[in-house]
């Protein structure tokens, strides 16, 4: 352990005991927004340019346009250090300290406006290259990595054994009825798509693309008002033909639009037996004059009750789900105990907090079978960011079983460790397809 | 203590102080499904059989089919063995363990496959009859256990001192539609039941013959949607004509007639000083291809602000609640905390879990009046399962009184102790007309 | 510390070493109902008349009337106490312990039938009028409470450096369809109110009056289902006409008036640069057999996404949200998280029970910006309540600092300690537009 890792460390014994293994191992991470081509930062300005930080300082009375694309990187730099001061007490801070202390040797116990000169002196990799991100893997112990690729995405140029390819497909649900997405579909097919079986062709064909590649699932993020229902091609006939030409389309239609495309891509799920991954919560744009990436939030009047037509339709596909308001996790819990098809996903977003990943995690460790448990994923945009989210997550998982199984049932730390491999390794290994044998 | 209450038992000196105090005691049950004509176990598949093994075999993927009907019972405890040990960190598989050790004298720390064989034998009660039920009634400390009863259960043929009739209305409230119903109705008491009047007439029977027979309360359990208001005579005329006739209903008619049934039935209850227990949330078969018996699950968005029209009409009816969905639990505390006819009522299902148990009962111990505290009942279908839940019940109380009374506010653990007597015993006893002059 | 405080201190050195400092501070307190002209209980009477006595006592089966304006102040307060030894495991009850050990030199450690009428002699203050405020003043160390005025307040007769005066303007919302509130209105400002414009400058001269006698805030509670939307003069012609005139007006008319008056007054704070307190939740009413005070409750769907087009809209003015519903916390920590102006507000009502608060607490303290957590207001109606509410909150606090940052994060107890400041504080203080240098 590094003095960082030590600092997550738990007082318990046994909850040491099995962090420190935990620590040790190596990471798999099933869900990120990494970008293969220069997955690790190579400069501060990409590490404070993630929507936690600048969003923090904004909340904290920082002005958006200070980050905004006219701003230096250095000026942006500077502008979320003078906030950070006010940051440190949350679980966000913390990850960047852990990073700064862990990757860029720095040594201060605080970072703000008297040392972010220094910071960003340490954390400039630009002439590292890919070098830098070699680093940050090995560092951080990674195994694999899933990306989120649009559907567009010409999945080359990279490694696809470290950097497993995952489909986005929000855009042909979401945005089906704008005339840039059909554009987009048929330059990335060759496809006409002139009705609703030209579509049907076309997102088969974005499916084989990137099976053929070696993507392992399907992912998206879906409005709390979006409730699946079958296919119905008949009814969108019109309004695929208006969208396809560029014509407005009705708030309805565009409903109708949406259901139809994410019903016939959890077809698709089915046939090329892709888990398909569930984000549901967020609404986009709720705070437009906030900073990039900071401006989504959610409605808390949601159910997973909305989705059980399609957990029942579609029995044979996998779906790990995530949900963004945090009052919502005790449902996800009980969905996932009766279908078998529905997995809990790691914690997402506003719900990615000590306080609540502690509470959910504790109620799947006494409710889910133990094979079902999807423990953790990064959601990072670089490298970085994964080993300071994971150990916080080993952290908690570690006081949990310390708590639940040491203590509660008289375990030893080894039969702990073996469940949490099972959360933070086997599982996931096994429902994305690796490890086929387990 | 046995091995297992001691496995059970917390650390901390106070909580094991109250803990090994509370497991002395006898247990009263205010909830459960036991059949009393067969109230212990004859067989494992008995046990196994119990929805959350096979529901959380299913989710772990063991198919529907073999714990189904046409299975043999051997082969249906051989399926669910398979899949216990992705269980073995459920508190389900707890209880579960405790049975086996505490009933069966097995002395294995795990079930699974290798060792099911000799479980199996272990279970096997069937030549040991009525014998078997006494002794898992003694060895439980039992004291009286609620029945669930059909309306047309002839509540004959036990002791109903330990047994104690409850009158389950589900089917008269949620299927009052359907012919079979009204069949029922008029062979359980004689009456014609032509119109709303005869409808009323034949509840009235019902509720008489069960007060007669030692009925202590009355029961349903009620999905999301379900929003009681006044009984409207006039408005049902037709649906009841209809209904009563076998002729299809209407689905705004078949609401109708359920609101009228309801409100009739509380009637009843504030005629015959009876509780209503309101079981609050499940929707039937929102995954038709589960396992029997748990196929159920729920919709959030629920509120108990659709039942205070009923709290205000009926305040001479006390009103134990459960709700279903774990974060409802807060509000169910304030409604207690405002109606004195309003209780809250165990930890239930999808609830029954420590992590939720926990955090509620912390709230209830701090908001409520401790004359008003329902701790716990089993919701059991057969004995066994009564000791395990209670005794996990009463480690999570004596948890909670150790921190909340004996450290947090320097009580003695006699005085602590004096609370969780009332909270296991005296409450449910007063209320449900046990021990009038208390 | 005294008993009281000791009784209160956290067990965990850290914890306690925070605690013990924090006893020593001043308290300024955000938000209250004191009345500035009797602000401390002559009493016991106007202690135990509280509603959070009454409420639960009737909860716990004293008839309502027995507490109502027809009895005596005596009778009233033997009534609350018969029904005290149920309530002693409530938080409730502990802050009363805490009153009457500390304010009135009772020595016992239950209050109950037996010892009231000692506690009733040593709680009359009666004949030390103004002399008995300053004395609870300097005894709770406190250095500014903040009102609740009505409108028409005349707002004159106190010391508005101690006693500072809020603008409520519940009534000119949530009843500005009734005549009385209109009568008010003009009598308050001698304006004609003729029309909306005459509204608007109506509404314009009380906020002049309440800036130029000191008000430091604006605060409404509002029900569930309202929903914010800009003002509609052209549509609220009709209906504000009828509203003067005394004639009866549409609900849907009064939903218009309700949500056209309400951002009128956010404009008003705006133009006033006066925060805005959002108490958002209660249904009045709901329990209408209640005892005074006691009759309110919620329903728990509701969402403050209904809210993100006033924040949007009123980027200047900061929003103190207080939300009713427990559940509905952790969506509160979002929505701070994220619009600069949204600053979660102490722990209210229903959700300031120590469960929620610490569940609550420790989520901000992780997810928020430090400078933004308006750690807690009192709620009281009398100063007495104050101390023991603070003590609660401060021990919660002092426990949380000491596991998130002293354990968790390496800090020392001084640095937690500037944390707390800031919370209990610095925040307040600079929000509500004091210390404007920090």
Known sequence: MNSITTNYAPRDAAAREIFVELARRPIFDPHSHIDPHRPAARCLDEILGYHYYTELAHSAGMPADRVGPDSTPSSRVRAVAEYLPALENTAQYRWLLHIAQTFFGFEHNSINAANIGELEARADHEADGAAWDAAVWSRSKLDAVFLTNEFDDPLSGWDTSKYIPCLRVDDLVLKLHLPATVERLRAATGLDVGDFNGLRAALAAVFERFKVRGARACAISLPPDFVPSPAEPRRVVTPIRRALRGLPVRPDEVDDLRRTAFWTIAELCSDHKLPFDLMIGPIRGVYPAGVAGGRDLFDRRVSLHDYAPLFNHFADVAFPISTLTPDAAAELTAYAWIFPNVLPFG?????????????????????????????????????????????????????SLAEECVRGRGWSTPRALELAQLVLWDNPRRLFGFDQSK
Not at 349 to 377: C, E, M, V
Not at 391 to 397: D, G, P, Q, S
């Open 347 to 399: 914690h997402w977003w506003y719900s990615n907090i000590p306080a609540f990943i502690a509470h959910d995690l504790r109620a799947r460790l006494q409710a889910l079978p133990a094979t079902k448990l999807l423990g953790y994923y990064s959601d990072a945009y670089k490298l970085e960011f994964i080993l300071p989210k994971f150990t916080m997550y080993r952290a908690i998982l570690a006081e």
